[in-house]
Structure formats: C-alpha cells, structure tokens
C-alpha cells in the first residue's frame, strides 16, 4: 500500500478505531502510540552488482507500557492528525510503499507491510505481513527459483556473483 492510499483509508473512516493485527489473530496493543515516520531511501547494490533505488514510510508503533490496562484503540482520525502534522513538519513521500515498524516482547522488531485491510463495525484493522528477503540476482547468480538452503544461497563462496 502506497502512504497517500495509507492516508485516503484513515479519511475515509475517521470515526473508526484503528487496529493493526502484526500477526494473524495477534494485535498491537490498544496502548499503541506512533512514535516515529520515517522518510526512508533505499540506495542498494545487490550480490550480482545490480543497483536499486527506491523510497518509503516507515511509521513506528511502539506499546506504552505504562498504559497496558488502556483498552480503547486509537482512532483513524487521531492517526491521520498526527500524520498530517508531521507531514507538515517533514513532507513524506506520497506514492511509495508504506510500512510499519513494531515489535514486543513475543514479536522480533520487523518492518511490516501492509497485506490488507478488514473494516469491521467501528473498527478499521490494517493487516500487516512480513517480506521475506530473496536473492534478487537470481538470474546473474544462476540460482534456482526453488526454495534454498543457507548452502545454496546466492552469495556463497564460488556462487558465481560475490
């Protein structure tokens, strides 16, 4: 999901709670805050020399733990205030992937895209995923598109592209 279709779902449903399931059935805590947005640029070169480059929104989620017992969720309206003052601030990048930083003590701390989204009475529950990381020099590298093992991988010593 680009950030300016991030931003249109919050307008569209300003009187809803705002709910991120990290996991299926699993949710960040009603105690949520967002701590941080984050303009990033990904300037990259992969292990067959091919260079990339590409931006996004990272948006952090980060649990109080001094508000554990809070049981009401933030709300599309609130969310979108605080992205909109920050956007003054600091102008994000409209038409590129945004994505969600969390972790907590059960959850490894992940940047997570958005997979989907599920309205659902007053709520709106974005749906995040985890990317899984790939050999993006498959065909330079001459790596299968099967599934690999850590000895199969594209940057082994002899693997035709480190």
């Not at 779902?9 to 984050?38: C, M, P, Q, R, W």
């Not at 945004?98 to 895209?113: D, G, I, M, R």
């Not at 790939?134 to 010593?157: F, L, N, S, Y």
Request: aromatic residues 8%; contains cysteine; glycine residues 4%.
């Amino acid at each position: 999901m680009k950030t300016n279709e991030f931003l249109t779902l919050l307008k569209e449903n300003t009187d809803k709670s705002l709910l991120f399931e990290y996991k299926k059935g699993h949710f960040v805590g009603a105690n949520y805050h967002i701590t941080e947005i984050k303009n990033i640029t990904i300037d990259s070169v992969d292990c067959g020399a091919g260079t990339d480059f590409w931006k996004e929104t990272i948006i952090q989620l980060w649990e109080s733990p001094d508000e554990h017992e809070r049981e009401e969720y933030l709300s599309a309206h609130k969310a979108l205030s605080i992205l909109n003052k920050v956007d003054q601030i600091k102008p994000m990048e409209q038409n590129v992937e945004v994505k969600f930083e969390y972790s907590n003590p059960e959850f490894h701390t992940a940047q997570l895209f958005v997979n989907d989204f599920t309205i659902e009475q007053n709520k709106l529950i974005v749906k995040l995923a985890i990317e899984k990381t790939d050999c993006k020099a498959r065909e330079t590298c001459g790596v299968a598109a099967a599934v690999e093992t850590i000895e199969e991988a594209c940057c082994t010593p002899g693997g035709g592209c480190c």
